[in-house]
């Protein structure tokens, strides 16, 4: 499939989803994650879809509770996305947020030796 339309159909994955989980889903806790990116397979079967928590909760356990959501949250995509094929969505935590804020602090440390 064209990459163009593949990653205008993951943009909007990634907005309905986030809409998904902050307007319609009950659980607090979905309300406090963050929808980061998502990549599409090119036959859209698959869909791996990024995320981060503002809660300080294991990540295994956040995915677990999105698995477990993940056909009430495909079916609700699906109502909203002009696709013939909903793909399965494949939650995965986005650690490039924590290693971009690891590394940020590693350089904060240099600095600081620097200047003593």
Known sequence: MNQIKLKRIASSIVKEVSDILNNVARDRLMH???????????????????????????????????????????????????????????????????YGNHIEEKIKEIHEKENV
Do not use: G, M, Q
Request: aromatic share 8%.
């Open 32 to 98: 406090t994650i963050t929808i980061t990116d998502c990549e599409v397979t090119n036959d859209l079967s698959f869909a791996k879809v990024y995320f981060t928590c503002a809660l300080d909760i294991d990540k295994e356990s956040i995915e677990k509770e999105l698995e477990e959501a993940s056909s009430f949250i495909r079916h609700e995509l699906s109502e909203r996305i002009d696709i013939r094929h909903t793909p399965k969505l494949i939650f995965k935590f986005d650690e490039s947020i924590e």
